[in-house]
Each structure stands twice: as structure tokens, then as C-alpha cells.
């Protein structure tokens, strides 16, 4: 089962997406282990790593920076990469900063940015924020450093759509076309505030305050006139990172696992991939069920298993039996559910495909991880 | 654990990690309401609709319908709240559409940060107060909140306010809702998670920020699909050496040794929520269901009833 690296061999980017909770970040870092077990400059982006996984890179504070795995976590894993690991994890407020500081004209503009409340929530709390700044923070990786791939984990959105439009739904906050036509005016006067709304009908301006108080109003006028003239900078990265996600060398990784719900949203962000022309490497169904009684005859009696018990030897052979049956057919009932589920997201969603067994991604240390990168 | 009395608040508020079952936990809660005799609403929050499917009856939609007799649900979203919202502020839905089908106003009210998470949890709580008749309108309103982040985000947004917003209709909004949501005679928030490392992780976290940030009563963790532990460990041990047997025996071995593995770390992620966590626990057994349908829920709410 080698399709899913097959289809990343010649990518520069793998994005791994799917809902919350199927295991993206492990299989992130399990793609990212195996390129660089092979000779490659890797680096994994994460978004909240569990504590175990982050443990298993070494790298017990991921942070913001991208951190060498020590070689030391290889040795012990019985592991000699010919490449090599790096890992971080994403701060959404401290790229939101970086992002500023970098389109700022000055110092001042910066730090009148900073202690806008408007901004504080914008970049700690807005739907989307999360979702545009993992965008951002790929971009500059992949054109500031020098990586021979970087997975990027993606974070759980809550509609998987979410991670494609919240730029663009961001970017429309920062500065419509709209806002613009409404300060213009306002900021060569040198005045702000509710003053803007003097161009609009005071009827508008008067129901909009008592809608929300004046003083909101003015917030976010300020907020909108700290913004002017970067504007154009933030649009013109975001239509940059859009561009670049339609490379073909990047790829997308779609996981799921095999709850109808969360293949659901798979074939949702597939459709939207592919309706974006964004390249897709491959589909992973996660947490699989085994069939463990394949060709679906009748399951076996507790008084069958009972004997084959005995015959070996094993003590309280009857009672085992019996649960043994019992087991078995329940495992079986989860199985069929989840290759029910498993068949419908491989036949809707074509290309490379995986699927891994439930256990065998709970991973630990890095050769739990190596193990995982195998069944790739 | 009778005397939890969970049914007794007139707003559960559930909340945890993606994809942990609470719509499911929701859904039987709401289903045991009823049954009580309730008169009970079910919101969830901009969802693909989970709870209406999940009891056999067609999505809701933005207004309340009756799925099971007694259970009403509804799907709250920014836009509809937000005209609710504004029809409500300014009395006139003519005014509302005068003014906020202009293009101008719908963009700054876009652009402030925790507006739609207003009107939407404004929504919400509007329901929880509202009479009809002299009576209150819902016995019982069951959030199905998102995911840990969002569901944050949601909840604290009418303290965020407070702290910011001057005086005005904003401030006003926000106190009200922010008094319901911390009154422990009104509100109960409770938090599920699987027997996993990562939902318990956030669980933890989660209860942390409920407790500091929030500030909202908390009720119970619930513990989602729990697994049985049916084999002792010497059992386990012999189970893996039988695993290469041929049919039937390894077979049943093999599924066996995958259910004790499974069950041993369960036990150990509900050891280390307990640990972290001084909240009444509720354990839901994992359930071996080929579709989750009303039948499901019906068994969920079974295993609920004793505990809520």
C-alpha cells in the first residue's frame, strides 16, 4: 500500500485536511517521517499535537519555530534517517503579529495596530483566523526556507470549507471595496470616527448605533483607518498563497475516518478541491474496523470456540467461548459499518487511497510512527 | 448517580471535542425530557443538522418543529438570528429592511468582531426566557454546542462585551445573557469526551476554561463509547498467543485481543479525566450498532436516564 507516498513523491507540500478528530495531526507527522527517512529536508507544520506525539518528535514545547528532532529519538526508535525531521506548531496570534509587522509602514502604525481592540479580537478570536494564518504561515515557509517538503496539518474546522474561503472572508473584513469608499473621505480630513457616517444617510447611521452602541462604531473605524494602505499588501500574499496551493507541486491529503459524519465532510472538501483545480494526492480512511471474518459466513458458536478452546488446552474454556463469540460478532457489526462507509468515500473520492487500521495509528514514540508511515 | 437532576435546569449547555457523539448525548437528553413530561427545544448551532436526522424525522431548519412528540429542534444560524435579532432591537421588521439591506450597514455589522456569536447565542437564551401564556415557553432547552474552541468562543463572548462595550444596547444584551448563562439554578454545562487521549485532553482543557474564563455551573462528563472491559489481563496475554490460530479460533482471538487493547486504554484515559477533573462522571458503554439511528438513541437515553 504504497499509494498515498507514491502520490506525494514529487510534491514540495502535502496539506492534510479533513474534520476533527480522525488523526490528521499523527498522520502528518507520519508522512513527513517517512520523506525524510528517505533523504529529505522535512519539516511538519502542526496545529495541536497531542502531547504523546509531540513527545514522540522530542519536542515536548512545540512552538512557533521550527525545531530539529534530535537524533537521539531516532536511535532510540531503531531509526537512521538519511534526511532530516524538523517540527512546530502553529501560533495564530504570534503570525497574525508577524503578518502586521511586516506590511506596517512604521513602528507607530504597528503598535497602534497591536493595542486596537478590534485587532485583539480579530487575531485571537474570529471564526477563520486560525484557518487564514496555517495559509500564511505555509506560504512563508515554503518561500522563505528551504524544505524538500512541508506537511501541514490543518486545523479542525468546523465545516471543512472553512479552511478555502476564510482568507477570502478575512480579507473582505480588512477592506472592502465599500469601507474604503466610505474613509477615503474621512481620513484625508484628518477625522474619524463617527464622522464617516456623516456620508452615509444619518437615518443608517442613527438605527446602525442603536443597534450596536456609537462607540463600536468608532473602534472599528479606527481599526479600518490603522489598516489603510496595507490593505493591498495582505490581498496581494493572500492571492499569492491561493496560487501556490494550486501548484501542482502541492497536494492535498484528505483523511477521514469512517464515521458516516466525518466521511461526509471528505467528499464535501473533496468536491471543493476539485472544483478549485486544487491537486488532490490522495484520500486516507483512518480508524478502520478489520474484517476479521472475511467472505461474511456464519460467525462461530461460543460452543465451537469453547472446543477449540479446550483442545489447547485453555482453562475456563467454556466461559472464554462465550465471550469470545460474543466479541467477535460485535467487532464484526463495527467492521461492516466502517467498510460500508470506507467503500463509499474510495469510489466517490478516485486516486490514491489508504486505509489504516483503528489501534495502529495511536502512536507513541517514533518507531509507532515509522510503523504507521509503512502502511502509506 | 441519582441527584445529578441534570433535567432540572432550564438550559444544558454540551460541548466537547469534533466528532465525541454530542448530538447523539443531545439527542437523548432531549429525548428524555419529553418523556418526562417536558416541553423541550434542541438547538444546534449553523450545523449540518444532526439531532432530527438522528431521531428519523427531516432537518428543521431556522424554525422550531416538533420531531418526537414534546422534543422541537432547530437550527440557529448567524443570518437568520441576526434579522430575529434586529427586528427585536428595532420593533419594525419594515425598518429592519430599510436598513439592513443596505449594502453599507451589512458590512460594518460584518466587521465587528462577536456579532453573529451574539445574536446567535442572543437567540438561543431569548428562547431559554421567553413566556408564553404566563408560563415559560420550553421546560428544557438542550444547546448542542460546537466543537471546544467554538463553543468558547460562543459562550464568552457576553463577558468579552462586558469587558469592552460601553454602555448601549450591545452592553445591556450581554449582561442579560451573561446572568443567565452563570446562574447555577438556570445553566448546566456539560462536557463530552471519548475514552481517548486527545478528546480528554480537550476535555480538560476545556473544563479549565469553563470554570476561569466562562464561568458558567458545570454538570456532568460524559464518557462516550466506552468499552467494556471483558477479559482479564492474563486472559489478554493468552488471547495474542491464540491470535494465529486458524478459523474460528484466531479469528475471535485476534477481535477479542483488539477489544482488550481498546478497553485497557479507555480505562486508562478515564482514569487520568477523573483524575483531572472533579466533575461527576456519566459512562456511556460503546454500543456495537451497524447505523445510528432513533433505535441507538433510544439506548443512549436508557443508559442516561438513571444518572440525569
Redesign the interface.
Given at each position: 500500500m504504497g499509494e498515498i507516498r507514491d502520490g506525494l513523491a514529487r510534491k514540495r507540500i502535502a496539506v492534510c485536511v479533513g474534520?476533527?478528530?480522525?488523526g490528521k495531526t499523527t498522520l502528518a507527522a507520519a508522512i513527513a517521517l517517512q520523506r525524510a527517512l528517505e533523504g529529505g529536508r522535512v519539516l511538519v507544520c502542526t496545529i495541536d499535537p497531542?502531547?504523546?506525539l509531540a513527545n514522540a518528535l522530542g519536542l515536548e514545547t512545540l512552538g512557533n519555530v521550527e525545531a530539529h528532532v534530535p537524533d537521539h529519538k531516532f536511535r532510540e526508535a531503531g531509526l537512521a534517517p538519511r534526511g532530516q525531521l524538523f517540527a512546530m506548531m502553529l501560533d495564530v496570534k504570534r503570525t497574525w503579529d508577524d503578518l502586521v509587522a511586516r506590511h506596517a509602514p512604521d513602528r507607530t502604525r504597528q503598535d497602534r495596530i497591536y493595542k486596537n481592540?478590534?485587532y485583539q479580537?480579530?487575531s485571537s478570536?474570529?471564526?477563520g483566523s486560525q484557518e487564514y494564518m496555517a495559509m500564511e504561515k505555509l506560504y512563508e515557509l515554503a518561500t522563505e526556507r528551504d524544505y524538500d517538503l512541508i506537511v501541514l496539518d490543518t486545523p479542525?474546522t468546523?465545516?471543512a470549507l472553512d479552511f478555502l474561503e476564510a482568507p477570502d472572508r478575512i480579507l473582505?473584513?480588512l477592506g472592502?471595496d465599500?469601507?474604503r469608499i466610505?474613509l477615503a473621505p474621512a481620513l484625508s480630513a484628518g477625522k474619524l470616527g463617527l464622522k464617516l457616517f456623516h456620508l452615509?444617510s444619518g437615518?443608517?447611521a442613527k438605527?446602525?448605533?442603536?443597534?450596536?452602541?456609537?462607540?463600536?462604531?468608532t473602534d472599528?473605524a479606527d481599526f479600518?483607518a490603522s489598516f489603510q494602505g496595507m490593505y493591498e499588501g495582505f490581498k496581494n500574499r493572500a492571492s499569492a498563497v491561493r496560487a501556490l496551493l494550486a501548484q501542482p507541486e502541492v497536494g492535498f491529503v484528505v483523511v477521514s475516518?469512517a464515521?458516516?459524519?466525518?466521511v461526509?465532510e471528505a467528499l464535501y472538501f473533496h468536491e471543493r478541491l476539485h472544483a478549485e483545480s486544487m491537486p488532490i494526492a490522495g484520500v486516507i480512511a483512518n480508524r478502520v474496523a478489520p474484517d476479521?471474518?472475511p467472505g461474511g459466513g456464519a460467525?462461530?458458536e461460543p460452543d465451537?470456540?469453547a472446543a477449540?478452546?479446550a483442545a489447547?488446552g485453555?482453562p475456563d474454556a467454556r466461559d472464554?467461548g462465550a465471550?469470545?463469540?460474543r466479541?467477535?460478532?460485535?467487532?464484526?457489526?463495527?467492521a461492516?459499518?466502517d467498510a460500508r462507509e470506507v467503500e463509499l468515500l474510495f469510489r466517490s473520492a478516485p486516486g490514491p487511497h489508504a486505509a489504516i487500521p483503528?489501534?495502529e495509528s495511536?502512536v507513541h514514540n517514533l518507531a509507532g510512527l515509522a510503523r504507521l508511515a509503512v502502511s502509506l | 448517580m441519582p441527584g445529578l437532576a441534570l433535567l432540572d435546569h432550564r438550559l444544558l449547555i454540551i460541548t466537547g471535542k469534533g466528532g465525541v457523539g454530542k448530538s447523539t448525548i443531545s439527542a437523548a437528553l432531549g429525548l428524555l425530557g419529553a418523556r418526562r413530561g417536558k416541553r423541550v427545544l434542541v438547538c444546534e448551532v449553523n450545523a449540518k443538522e444532526r439531532v432530527a436526522p438522528l431521531l428519523g424525522a427531516p432537518a428543521s431548519g431556522s424554525s422550531a418543529r416538533e420531531v418526537v412528540p414534546g422534543l422541537f429542534t432547530v437550527d440557529v444560524t448567524p443570518r437568520d438570528a441576526m434579522r430575529e435579532y434586529g427586528t427585536m432591537v428595532l420593533r419594525f421588521r419594515s425598518i429592519y429592511d430599510a436598513v439592513f439591506e443596505n449594502r453599507l450597514v451589512r458590512f460594518f455589522l460584518r466587521a465587528i468582531p462577536s456579532l453573529a456569536e451574539l445574536v446567535v447565542l442572543g437567540k438561543i437564551l431569548h428562547e431559554v426566557r421567553a413566556e408564553e401564556h404566563g408560563r415559560p415557553r420550553w421546560d428544557l432547552v438542550v444547546l448542542d454546542a460546537p466543537a471546544t474552541g467554538h463553543a468558547v468562543q460562543l459562550l464568552r463572548v457576553p463577558a468579552a462585551l462586558l469587558d469592552t462595550v460601553p454602555p448601549g444596547p450591545l452592553r445591556r444584551d450581554a449582561q442579560w445573557m451573561h446572568d443567565l448563562l452563570v446562574d447555577p439554578l438556570t445553566t448546566a454545562l456539560s462536557i463530552v469526551t471519548l475514552p481517548e487521549e486527545m478528546p480528554v485532553n480537550e476535555a480538560i482543557d476545556l473544563d479549565s476554561a469553563v470554570r476561569d474564563v466562562l464561568g458558567i455551573p458545570r454538570g456532568a462528563l460524559v464518557v462516550n463509547a466506552m468499552p467494556e472491559a471483558i477479559f482479564s489481563e492474563e486472559e489478554r496475554a493468552r488471547l495474542g498467543e491464540l491470535e494465529r490460530e486458524p478459523p474460528p479460533l484466531g479469528p475471535a482471538a485476534r477481535a477479542a485481543w483488539l477489544q482488550a487493547l481498546r478497553a485497557e486504554q479507555a480505562a486508562r484515559s478515564l482514569t487520568r479525566a477523573r483524575a483531572a477533573l472533579d466533575l461527576p462522571t456519566i459512562l456511556v458503554p460503546l454500543l456495537a450498532r451497524e447505523r445510528w439511528d432513533r433505535a441507538a438513541v433510544e439506548d443512549v437515553a436508557a443508559v442516561l436516564a438513571g444518572s440525569v
Open positions: 474534520s476533527g478528530g480522525v497531542a502531547r504523546r481592540r478590534i479580537q480579530l478570536a474570529l471564526a479542525p468546523a465545516h473582505d473584513f472592502s465599500t469601507a466610505l452615509g437615518y443608517v438605527t446602525l448605533s442603536r443597534f450596536t452602541g456609537a462607540e463600536v462604531l472599528l479600518m475516518s464515521s458516516p459524519r466525518s461526509d476479521l471474518w460467525l462461530p465451537e470456540l477449540a478452546l489447547r485453555v472464554l465471550r469470545l463469540a466479541v467477535l460478532a460485535e467487532h464484526e457489526v463495527l461492516r459499518a483503528r489501534l495511536d | -
